[in-house]
């Protein structure tokens, strides 16, 4: 059965929440375990060298303080204004909930502050990372490339952009 969220607070990442959203990476069941090691350096980096880490992570926790799911992204080295997403998981109890979709808009609100221009999203173009790749374009990401077997023979690499200002001066 899914709940359905009262309300969905976002919040920057914080210690207590390390455990919970590495057994939401874990129980996901579209990562495999290369990616899975990535997630896990990418969160320890994020609380435990923030000074030298290049991440921002925002967790979504309902009314009971329970994790609902996270997002991870970041600038993108030696340029102006872009950003990537790095990560985005929901819990299943509340996919499908609006949790993934608020997540978004608060990392697409920070990052405009930081005057960003543009946000790209690499992922996979197999059948596990379907509902990604529909979530993605369904708020507003278009494919850019396609990466013919990037990962391996058969799983080719899908970028997305979002363009988030024409105007942007720097």
């Known amino acids: 059965m899914k709940l359905k969220p009262d309300r969905i607070i ?10 919970n959203i590495l057994h939401l990476v874990k129980q996901s069941g579209v990562f495999n375990e290369k990616e899975i090691e990535v997630a ?15 991440y921002f992570v925002f967790c979504a926790f309902n009314d009971h303080n329970q994790l609902m799911g996270f997002i991870c992204f970041g600038p993108i080295p030696m340029t102006e204004g872009c950003y990537d997403l790095y990560w985005i998981v929901v819990d299943q109890k509340f996919s499908r909930n609006g949790v993934g979709e608020k997540l978004l808009y608060s990392m697409e609100d920070f990052v405009k502050k930081e005057k960003a221009r543009r946000i790209y999203i690499d992922t996979s173009s197999t059948r596990p990372y379907a509902a990604a790749r529909a979530f993605y ?23 997305f952009m979002k363009e988030l200002s024409s105007n942007t001066n720097f």
């Open 40 to 54: 896990i350096e990418v969160i320890e980096e994020t609380l435990f060298s923030p000074e030298q880490s290049e």
């Open 10 to 19: 976002i919040q920057p990442i914080t210690i207590k929440d390390r455990e």
């Open 137 to 159: 374009k369904k708020h507003g990401f278009q494919i850019v490339t396609k990466l013919q077997d990037f990962y391996r023979e058969g799983d080719h690499k899908v970028i």
